[in-house]
């Protein structure tokens, strides 16, 4: 029995623990600033008292980048790793990496979000990963956004602008893409569509896109040949949107979006505990295929009235989401077959398979006063109601590839859970004067969840027992700005946000819940446009105080979850673009973070002052773009960046498993050729001098807990790519 419950806590452990600057085409008003919604109001970038990165849906497709990990080294303070495929993702900004299996980036899609606010639908490592075609901009926020976008959102927000219909004037733009990668098998090729109609001018209007894109596989497996260039994978989306404008102060807008991936296997590397990879440098040791598909089905509805003394705001979401992933499990559990077999077996191949499902309603109403005025106001309220579930079954064959009947399922594992969220939310900015106002916010959120673990198998208890919990969370955030000159603004924050917690795993000895996790966040910031926009500066200096950290803890050799300890992230980051001449921007970008733990936490073996996971001490970027005319209705376009990410670890410092990826510098090129306004020629690459460097580097560990290898994920070989888009 005790091996049982040895080899469960094994199981539950893989459940709760986790092994750009400012773009100048972003939505941009009649002077040229970008624009932005980031306080649900329509603003400069330049006003907001908030650190935001702005990236173009249209910067995305001139420089290749296909998805999070592909433009993230251009955003200061963020660092972006997956586990082989995009969705398989985790997004840490400033310095906070998840220590468990909730995200600590909220992810938004216009005015939702996306993705679960529970513990057990694995949010911190599977990421909605959107291709760009469609998408009007990416707005990334930095620090705690807990008063204006509420949970699990306490190291920022990544935020997913689409482009939206056009009642005046009838659009269409297609393309055609092909690309290559070094060592991969074959072409990759992209394909897009978007059209958008003026059904009615000036009242009705209708989008439509879709794209595909199929990308080559580059890995092999040192353990079985037939998985030759095992990671290529496929991604499809479709969009429709449409606008009704049915009189000057009411507009209606309804949107439909899906997408989704198919992938065979993962683009990990496998290493030797000295770091030697295995095979052709290019291999990860896997016996069966490590598939990974996910679909996401989003309807939203948003209807703003105008009384002319404020205007209301309804934004009603549904989003289902269903992903499968297939993980080759054997170094885990394998191991653990001489054991538990009799006669005893050496070793055997376990594929774990892993299902996730999410179906998340999401309700907000808000009022907003005006903009422009002496005292800017918005009052609100939020609903969600989520079901999502986890479904694990771990298949048991000897190393011939037979079913071990004795044996199979091995352990089948469901963890249901519900999450439901009320909250209301207060936010207003009080000019002073012109040069001085303060912008300040409240929220009160409650959650109630339930949650159900069903176990049975050869290696785990049966079990079918409840949880529950609930909580209730205050946040809020103060912002004073002090205009030095009308483009120059010194602003400080503080402002903070929560991380819900939730019913815990039930076992002996495991507290039945787990609490919140709160950050605090300390800000001073200089936005300036100098020199009629020759210059932009755009930095920050923070402070982050984390505090009852989620982490993953051991109770007499079970594993479950726990709060932990605090952690402190200061750093600072920022911008500057320099445009010498027409047509020519530099950008430097940069961060520097130090994040760590404040006191010892021994349930994840870390002591005062350890780095926490997953953040470069340093990361940063040097772009130029040059755009230029060439007679005859010809333009053409230039732009070259580097990037640099320091390493980074797996876990804390003192942990016996941290392992330390390699830093890496890339080089990227791209070119575009615009021929009588309708048609364009790109050219990119990324990676251009194919450097080897790692995203994440994690020390994988044995039934028995003993390091068995290393596993890579890698930056991608280098990628080069044309494209041919039209435009009437």
């Not at 923070?542 to 952690?567: C, E, H, K, L, P």
């Amino acid at each position: 029995m005790k091996k049982r419950h040895f080899v469960a806590a094994s199981l539950i452990a893989l459940t709760t623990a986790v092994p750009a600057h400012a773009q100048e085409a972003a939505a941009t008003g009649s002077s040229g600033e970008i624009v932005v919604t980031a306080q649900k109001r329509v603003q400069n970038v330049q006003d907001v008292p908030i650190a935001i990165s702005v990236v173009a849906g249209e910067e995305l497709q001139e420089q290749g980048s296909a998805s999070l990990v592909d433009y993230a080294g251009y955003v200061p303070g963020m660092n972006v790793s997956n586990s082989g495929t995009p969705g398989q993702t985790t997004i840490t900004l400033r310095g906070v990496a998840p220590l468990n299996a909730g995200q600590t980036v909220g992810i938004y899609l216009d005015d939702a979000p996306v993705g679960s606010s529970a513990l057990y639908n694995r949010a911190g490592q599977f990421t909605i990963d959107l291709m760009p075609y469609d998408l009007e901009r990416i707005e990334v926020l930095k620090g705690p956004q807990g008063t204006l976008y509420g949970a699990s959102s306490i190291g920022g927000l990544v935020k997913y602008v689409t482009v939206q219909p056009d009642t005046r004037a009838f659009r269409v733009r297609a393309g055609i893409e092909g690309f290559g990668i070094k060592g991969g098998d074959g072409l990759g090729w992209g394909g897009q569509a978007f059209v958008n109609i003026p059904v009615v001018e000036d009242q009705l209007a209708v989008t439509g896109s879709f794209a595909w894109r199929s990308t080559p596989g580059w890995v092999g497996s040192v353990n079985n040949a037939a998985l030759k260039d095992q990671n290529d994978y496929e991604q499809r989306g479709g969009r429709v949107a449409l606008l009704w404008q049915p009189a000057a102060e009411l507009s209606v807008k309804l949107a439909g979006i899906w997408q989704s991936l198919d992938s065979e296997g993962n683009g990990i590397y496998a290493a030797d505990l000295t770091g030697v990879r295995l095979g052709d440098g290019r291999s990860y040791n896997n016996y069966v295929p490590e598939s990974y598909d996910i679909d996401l089905d989003y309807y939203s509805a948003t209807i703003d009235y105008d009384f002319g003394a404020a205007t209301l705001t309804s934004a009603t979401t549904y989003s289902k989401t269903q992903s499968r992933q297939l993980q080759d499990a054997s170094y885990a559990f394998g191991v653990l077959f001489p054991f538990i077999t009799d006669p005893p077996i050496d070793a055997g191949i376990t594929p774990f398979h892993l299902d996730l499902g999410l179906r998340k309603w999401t309700q907000e109403l808000r009022l907003a006063s005006p903009s422009g005025g002496r005292f800017e106001w918005m009052i609100g309220g939020f609903y969600t109601d989520e079901k999502t579930s986890n479904a694990q079954l771990v298949h048991s064959y000897d190393m011939d590839g037979n079913l071990i009947a004795s044996l199979d399922p091995l352990a089948t594992v469901g963890l249901p859970a519900t999450y439901k969220e009320y909250a209301v939310f207060g936010n207003g900015t009080f000019k002073f004067s012109d040069r001085f106002e303060i912008t300040a916010g409240l929220r009160w959120a409650r959650n109630e969840q339930t949650f159900r673990q069903i176990s049975s198998g050869a290696i785990v208890p049966s079990a079918d027992d409840p949880g529950t919990s609930a909580e209730s969370v205050w946040t809020f955030s103060v912002s004073p700005q002090f205009h030095i000159t009308p483009d120059a603004m010194l602003y400080a924050r503080v402002a903070t946000g929560y991380r819900p917690g939730g019913p815990n795993v039930i076992v002996p000895n495991v507290p039945p819940s787990v609490d919140a996790d709160r950050m605090t966040n300390y800000e001073v910031g200089l936005k300036a446009d100098l020199a009629d926009r020759t210059v932009t500066i755009d930095v920050a200096g923070f402070w982050m105080d984390w505090t009852d950290i989620q982490v993953t803890r051991a109770f007499g050799g079970v594993s479950g979850g726990a709060n932990g300890g605090n952690a402190t992230s200061k750093g600072f980051e920022g911008n500057i673009a320099f445009r010498p001449v027409p047509g020519l921007t530099i950008t430097a970008t940069g961060s520097y973070t130090d994040a760590g733990l404040s006191e010892d936490v021994p349930e994840i073996s870390g002591v005062d002052g350890d780095r926490l996971p997953a953040v470069p001490r340093f990361s940063g970027a040097l772009r130029a773009d040059y755009e230029f005319g060439l007679g005859g209705g010809t333009r053409g376009s230039f732009g070259a960046g580097i990037r640099h990410a320091s390493s980074r670890l797996s876990l804390v410092e003192s942990d016996p498993l941290v392992a330390r990826a390699r830093p890496y510098t890339s080089v990227d090129l791209n070119a575009s050729l615009v021929f009588d306004d309708h048609w364009t020629l790109r050219a990119y690459a990324r990676n251009l001098l194919d450097n080897k460097g790692e995203m994440a580097r994690t020390t994988m560990a044995d039934g028995l807990n003993r390091p068995s290898f290393l596993a890579i994920s890698p930056l991608q070989p280098r990628t080069i790519g044309v494209a041919l888009d039209m435009a009437f």
